[in-house]
């Protein structure tokens, strides 16, 4: 498979526990985008990176969320101290340079008791 | 006002249809025009990308791009049931910012 890969799928923790989530893009792909949708919304930007470097961050991504994409390939979203508002799915995309397409990963759906 | 508008339905419709759903916008440095499929629990699946204004046509699909309007179109051409998902219309502004902006998206369900 070839496409974008998202890990966990779903993950269940309690308030106030910290998470983390792995994108990996298709392999090719220098940009990379982290979305958030909650049930009967459309995704809303989180942030994007171009190969290791994070260029824009949306104002939704609070001081308790971090984002990293270490030597361009993989990238991983943290939320620390988590609350129940933070429930969402957690979609990564990835595009190629030149294309404007992007393509998403299946989603981690996290849920925070 | 938000800068995409989109009916969330839900939408119902025999099975052979010809399903027309569609978004608004307000933002005229909207350029980059995409729609999306979502099955449930899933990630949004790319359809069509549209550049600008016009036409464009991929198998049963066709999106519409009229700028002066502002406003967007995907046509579903003797819909399946399984067509039958979620279908989230995004657009992004040429240069400037990388995000997609999306529309809460249209829940379809086509009857057989």
């Known amino acids: 498979d070839t496409g974008v890969s998202q890990n966990p799928r779903h993950k269940i923790t309690k308030r106030g526990q910290n998470v983390t989530f792995r994108c990996d893009p298709i392999?090719?792909?220098?940009?990379l985008y982290w979305y958030r949708q909650t049930l009967g919304q459309g995704p809303e930007f989180l942030t994007y990176?171009?190969?290791?470097?994070?260029?824009?961050k949306s104002r939704l991504l609070s001081d308790r969320f971090s984002a990293e994409r270490p030597k361009g390939s993989f990238s991983t979203l943290e939320i620390q101290r988590t609350e129940q508002g933070d429930s969402a799915m957690y979609l990564c995309?990835?595009?190629?340079?030149?294309?404007?397409?992007?393509?998403f990963g299946p989603g981690t759906r996290l849920t925070v008791l | 006002q938000k800068e995409v508008e989109q009916d969330p339905g839900p939408l119902s419709v025999p099975e052979g249809a010809i399903v027309s759903l569609n978004c608004t916008y307000s933002?005229?440095?909207?350029?980059?025009f995409m729609w999306y499929r979502q099955y449930s629990r899933k990630g949004p699946e790319l359809l069509m990308y549209?550049?600008?204004?016009g036409n464009k046509e991929d198998g049963r699909f066709t999106a519409q791009v009229d700028k002066s309007s502002k406003y967007i179109s995907l046509f579903i051409r003797d819909s399946q049931p399984s067509d039958s998902a979620t279908y989230l219309c995004?657009?992004?502004?040429?240069?400037?910012?990388?995000?997609?902006?999306f529309g809460k998206g249209t829940k379809l369900t086509v009857n057989p």
């Open positions: 995309a990835s595009r190629n340079q030149g294309y404007n397409e992007q393509f």
């Open positions: 392999s090719e792909h220098n940009r």
């Open positions: 990176f171009q190969n290791e470097a994070q260029l824009e």
């Open positions: 933002n005229s440095a909207f350029q980059y």
């Open positions: 549209t550049y600008s204004s």
């Open positions: 995004a657009m992004s502004p040429q240069g400037g910012s990388e995000k997609l902006v």
